[in-house]
């Protein structure tokens, strides 16, 4: 579990093919506080660390997680968004975050306003996810809120905090993020359907 504020970032420093797994080094400033088998999100994949080494620690990413997720565009010296899970008594200064992704989604326009950022995200319809106004919405692990939202599209605005401590400032049109839409809002949708 998550909240999808952003800890610090990683940066890939090896992905290795091994069968139908990717086995992916990064290095950040906080993997020697890491745990072997500990899960970590990266974009806001949760990842299972499996090994450690000096500033640098692996993680494995297996068939479903590449076919859900941007995880297949990710290159070496790409920089990840990383968050340890949650600590049973903090602050959810986020939202509830899992950690699964939903679906990827593509970054449509950024409008730099004054002292901010308006991000415009665009998502395949067909998995039937919603956003909602004022929502929540998960972008590359990010806890972000929901405005303009639209049938498979919505805009989010990043303030300067956000914008320099996560890797929103290395977004362009056309780069490929992970979705994870409010686990309340997908309880609710289900439940709907169910009634039909």
Partial sequence: ??????????????????????HIKLNSNITNELKIDQSVAHNGICLTVVAI????????????????????????????????????????????????????GICKEITETNGSWYFTFEYDEASNNITIEKGSITINGTSLTVVNSKRNEFSVAIIPYTYENTNFKHYKVGTIINLEFDV???????????QK
Avoid: C, P
């Fill in 1 to 22: 579990m998550f909240t999808g504020i952003i800890e610090t970032l990683g940066t890939i420093k090896e992905i290795t093919k091994d069968k139908e797994n990717l």
């Fill in 53 to 104: 080494k000096d500033s640098e620690y692996t993680v494995t990413a297996i068939k479903e997680t590449i076919e859900k997720t941007n995880i297949s565009s990710w290159k070496e010296n790409d920089v990840i968004n990383l968050e340890r899970a949650m600590k049973l008594g903090d602050r959810l200064d986020g939202h509830i975050v899992q950690g699964h992704v939903d679906q990827i």
């Fill in 184 to 194: 309340l809002g997908k309880y609710i949708k289900r439940i709907q359907e169910l």
